[in-house]
């Protein structure tokens, strides 16, 4: 992968990004430390005892950084009688005020704290949702407007030994990035590097970078394409990874998951706030869970190297594939149960959100229905929806072929060496040794597949992606499953 489109020190061969040390009082991040785990009290920053008590909750959950926000003059000077609580108790946790749209309450933060998070897209500008046309020469001089109400933050952390957090948020970038820019995420990389820029002429460096934003495609490109700008400016901060209001319960751990998740796996992210509507304690075990996956991701199963990408990294796109039966083409991700270790009754299928109802005579299909099952080997005792089709062993297949709702999977070996294939659509599980199979070409010729893409490879993700890549080359368009077994 050449330098045009690099974000990560490999796409194949789990690698942290390595990132220079910021010392953040007695916790150092980024360098050869772990990822660190973060989260933000939700109390009024003025209500001393309850930040207290809330921050020590945290620290218990796992929390080794914890933010507070600082909206005001009165707030940040409050953060002194927080921290002395705190030390007073015995918690020696760093602080980090959290600001916004106040240099003055940012700079007596800088003096009590040991980080301030800064947002660039309101620290100087004021949104006034205006689409304004600069010139170069009128761009320039906001720029300069910006280095010189934000350069005594800097030579603040400076003298105090401060870090800081540059902190872009896709939702509130400056009207100046967002005429230039529009709201991408090159705007929001721009938008941190003009003030990474000044610190850096300043000969600051204890700074984090973060790209959040609620849109996790979003936020993952941001960040991708952040340190590819990193690695073209020989730059190599750390990075504080978070989904903007990710929410609650599953979805919200699920939505953090993939966001962050997806960063981790390509080696980038020093430290991890996963942003729930709970109880900020909440917080740090789902973190914790996240950064413990990446423990012991070394060593793994060797994946052929990538030596040219077939899609920008820096842009979202469905990858194009064939129509067949309900799957690809303009169809939604199809959803397969897996009820292949029993013998399938209509209770499963009230499991599943699929309720017979007998006085009408018609299904009730509720929103978190499968599409298909895959049954295996198992028999089918009751009457199916006419959504719902049975996916089952090819030898098993063989009895039932004559009944169009079920459809047959075969292994790689099977597929390649039996000639009973359905006309409609039939599944064939792959591994990323078949698709490098000389065999496979001719396989992939084959318009009804559906390939079923398996790894057993610790660095799951990128075997797969691999495989699709290969795919891509081939000319390959068969839809795919994603099969992983956690």
Not at 2 to 19: G, P
Not at 321 to 346: Q, T
Not at 379 to 405: A, C, F, G, Q, R
């Amino acid at each position: 992968m050449n330098n045009t489109n690099k974000y990560c020190n490999s796409l194949t061969e789990y690698s942290r990004f390595k990132t220079r040390e910021v010392k953040i009082g007695d916790i150092p991040l980024g360098g050869n430390n772990p990822i660190r785990i973060q989260s933000m009290t939700t109390t009024f920053t003025m209500d001393t005892i309850a930040t207290v008590e809330q921050t020590i909750r945290m620290v218990k959950s796992g929390c080794e950084y914890v933010r507070i926000t600082a909206p005001s003059m009165n707030e940040a000077k409050n953060l002194k009688n927080i921290k002395d609580e705190l030390r007073k108790r015995g918690y020696s946790v760093p602080l980090i005020a959290d600001i916004h749209f106040t240099p003055n309450a940012a700079e007596e933060a800088a003096r009590i704290v040991e980080k301030v998070r800064v947002n660039p897209g309101n620290y100087v500008d004021k949104k006034k949702f205006e689409q304004i046309e600069y010139t170069d020469s009128q761009y320039y001089e906001e720029i300069e407007r910006i280095r010189k109400r934000f350069s005594p933050l800097v030579k603040i952390c400076k003298e105090y030994g401060t870090a800081m957090r540059i902190g872009t948020n896709h939702g509130s970038l400056s009207d100046r990035i967002m005429s230039r820019y529009g709201d991408t995420p090159l705007g929001m990389v721009e938008s941190a590097l003009e003030f990474l820029r000044i610190c850096e002429e300043l000969n600051y460096h204890d700074i984090v970078l973060s790209m959040k934003a609620s849109n996790t495609q979003v936020m993952v490109q941001a960040y991708r394409l952040l340190v590819n700008k990193m690695i073209e400016e020989n730059m190599n901060y750390p990075l504080h990874l978070g989904v903007t209001e990710a929410g609650d319960g599953e979805d919200g751990r699920i939505k953090s998951s993939v966001g962050i998740g997806t960063l981790l796996e390509d080696g980038l992210g020093d430290t991890i706030r996963v942003s729930l509507t709970e109880e900020p304690e909440a917080e740090a075990p789902v973190a914790i869970a996240l950064a413990n996956r990446y423990k012991t991701r070394t060593p793994h199963e060797e994946i052929k190297e990538v030596t040219t990408l077939t899609y920008d990294p820096f842009s979202y796109l469905k990858i194009p594939s064939n129509l067949i039966n309900n799957f690809g083409d303009k169809n939604s991700p199809r959803v397969i149960a897996d009820l292949s270790f029993k013998e399938i009754v209509n209770d499963d299928l009230k499991k599943l959100g699929l309720t017979y109802l007998p006085d009408l005579d018609k299904w009730n299909i509720g929103d978190q229905a499968p599409d298909y099952i895959f049954a295996g080997d198992q028999k089918v005792n009751t009457n199916l929806p006419e959504s719902l089709d049975i996916i089952l062993n090819y030898k098993t297949w063989l009895s039932n072929s004559d009944n169009h709702k079920f459809h047959p999977f075969f292994t790689f070996e099977e597929f390649v060496k039996n000639n009973s294939k359905q006309g409609i659509i039939n599944f064939v599980e792959i591994s990323i040794d078949d698709v490098f199979n000389p065999t496979f070409k001719k396989v992939s010729e084959n318009k009804n597949i559906v390939f079923v893409l398996t790894t057993k490879n610790k660095h799951g993700l990128p075997e797969q992606r691999r495989v699709f890549i290969e795919l891509a080359e081939l000319g390959a368009n068969q839809p795919v499953v994603i099969k992983k077994r956690l």
